[in-house]
């Protein structure tokens, strides 16, 4: 166990240790009680729960010697295709429940069918989803399916028809709190607020980031060099120094595009920034905290500045070159001011 990640160190055992999700594991107790569980799909954002509580449901279902043989995780976006459906899928639905033992009936419900879980269904082609609502159909006897994805959206309707929906909401503060709390206990590690609430800050409701963030800090806060800590936490975070950012506003006003290009190559990209957050230093500066900084800018200025950001962020985003992106970015910003 010392040797785990804290991420999988600290995953839920139980549906009542899954954190934020107060609708949905309620929903789910109360299904555990008939033991008949309807297809299900779990989509929200990313580190919100949604594999941890349906690993958390079949535990409470099947108990650990009998997840073996009824549990079937798959994550989708490695196995996308067609094939996937009609060879590993189909084949398991297929399969025969296997006879619980004595001692897991006195534990668990133990119901008789297996359970697929389809991790990332939103990766997985239109033909995939197509075929697979076929075998669920035809397998839901012996076998329930629950599909877990970030975007709801790129299930096709004839799929997610067939399941019950449970929507997956963003960590809340405090439970935040309590989480991070919690595990910075059990790991000896003296963590203040103020540093627990930067992490949930920059994590923006993901959990998973924010333990492996914490897990992280608890590295620096370990150490015996007390002068450059906070530095230490903001670069582990990826974000820019607020000098940096200063400069980079500078490099912007004065429109000069050599200048900016230099500047560019020598502070951000060979220091490893990622163009990501970056534009979240850009636009907390440029338009959330433009009149404390003297930059006042007008309606008109913001809109252009709103519109470079976006237009640059949906690029990086789809996997386009971020140094070339950066430079677009700095050079349309120069032309605002």
């Not at 790129?154 to 709190?177: E, N, Y």
């Not at 590295?219 to 950012?245: A, H, M, S, W």
Request: charged share 25%; aromatic share 6%; proline share 4%.
């Amino acid at each position: 166990m010392s040797e785990q990640p804290w991420i999988e160190k600290y995953r839920p055992k139980s549906l009542k240790d899954v954190t934020s999700q107060s609708t949905t594991t309620a929903i789910l107790s109360k299904s555990l009680k008939s033991a008949n569980l309807p297809h299900m799909l779990f989509y929200g954002p990313p580190g919100t729960g949604k594999t941890s509580t349906i690993l958390a449901l079949a535990h409470e279902l099947y108990g650990p010697q009998l997840m073996a043989s009824r549990v079937l995780e798959l994550n989708a976006s490695d196995e996308r295709g067609i094939s996937i459906v009609r060879d590993r899928i189909k084949t398991f639905a297929r399969l025969a429940v296997s006879n619980p033992t004595v001692e897991d009936l006195k534990k668990y419900p133990c119901p008789p069918y297996k359970l697929i879980i389809l991790d990332e269904a939103d990766s997985m082609t239109a033909d995939a989803q197509s075929a697979l609502r076929r075998t669920m159909e035809t397998y839901a006897g012996v076998t329930r399916f629950c599909l877990i994805c970030n975007y709801v959206t790129k299930i096709i309707d004839p799929l997610a028809s067939r399941c019950s929906k449970f929507r997956f909401r963003l960590l809340d503060h405090d439970m935040g709190v309590a989480r991070l709390k919690h595990i910075a206990t059990c790991e000896n590690v003296n963590i203040e607020d103020g540093v627990i609430d930067e992490i949930l800050q920059v994590c923006e409701g993901d959990l998973r980031r924010a333990v492996n963030l914490l897990q992280c800090v608890s590295t620096v806060l370990n150490g015996d060099d007390d002068g450059t800590r906070d530095v230490q936490i903001k670069e582990l975070f990826g974000y820019l120094p607020e000098q940096l950012v200063d400069q980079c506003i500078e490099m912007v006003k004065g429109k000069n595009l050599v200048s900016i290009t230099t500047f560019l190559e020598r502070q951000i990209l060979k220091q490893g920034y990622s163009a990501s957050f970056v534009l979240i230093a850009l636009h907390k500066r440029l338009l959330l905290e433009d009149v404390q900084n003297g930059l006042q800018l007008n309606a008109e200025q913001k809109n252009r500045v709103a519109e470079v950001l976006w237009k640059v962020d949906n690029r990086v985003s789809i996997g386009c070159n971020e140094n070339v992106q950066l430079l677009q970015c700095f050079y349309s910003l120069s032309q605002v001011f």
